[in-house]
């Protein structure tokens, strides 16, 4: 097999395992909030158990990565998207370190009786999928404008996580039995705008990979 057509089939092997592992991230997102919302401790134990999956495949996406440009040493854009894939693979397993700290949250309240409707955290994460899909087609299809666009996605995700603690901060302040849900529910909201400012880590990234020039979204 002549040396291009090698590395090309090497370049689509590292990118079908980062969709790969967009998805198995949502999921696991999703099933992390999921889990908290129907106060189910079953799921919950599952995305918490499931977490070294995730890690694995972000150190074979590293590897490819590290092979790749020892051996084939390239340049221009073939090195842009392998530093970009190394890259979003990182921010990837970050993200799934959260599922497991949303899953906590489930298994930390328990069947206590919720202090408030769950409409904003699942909404949030609604908005999170929202943006890990968008930025899966941009990352695919190498749309920097498409991935721009994500960082809309994010500020929704910041106002509603306002609102969500400024709630949270009266009910403390009114009920103070209530401090402890409070707070985990405030944790989680806060995980899931993590989760949007490592979306927009991505998007970053894919810009980057289409460019060749570094900008901050996070703003």
Known sequence: ?????????????LRLNII?????????????VDSLANQDLELANTVVVGDLAVNDMQAIIEKQCIL????????????????????ISIYLERM??????????????GQDKLI????EIPRMSVL????????LKAYIQEDCEAAALMTLLDDEI?????????ELRLIMIKEPTQVTQATYLLFACRFLERLGDYSTNIAEEITYLCTGARVNLNV
């Open 68 to 87: 790749l440009i020892a051996t084939q040493q390239p340049f221009a854009r073939d090195l842009r998207k392998l530093v970009a894939g190394f890259k």
């Open 158 to 166: 910041d106002l509603i996580y306002s609102q969500v603690f400024e």
């Open 128 to 135: 999170v999928q929202e943006m890990l899909q968008k930025g």
């Open 96 to 109: 799934g370190d959260l599922s497991v700290d949303l899953a906590k949250i489930t298994l930390r309240i």
């Open 116 to 119: 408030k409707p769950l409409i």
């Open 20 to 32: 790969d592992m967009v998805n198995i991230v949502g999921l696991r997102i999703r099933n992390a």
């Open 1 to 13: 097999m002549p040396t291009r057509q090698k590395f090309d089939n090497d370049l689509e092997d």
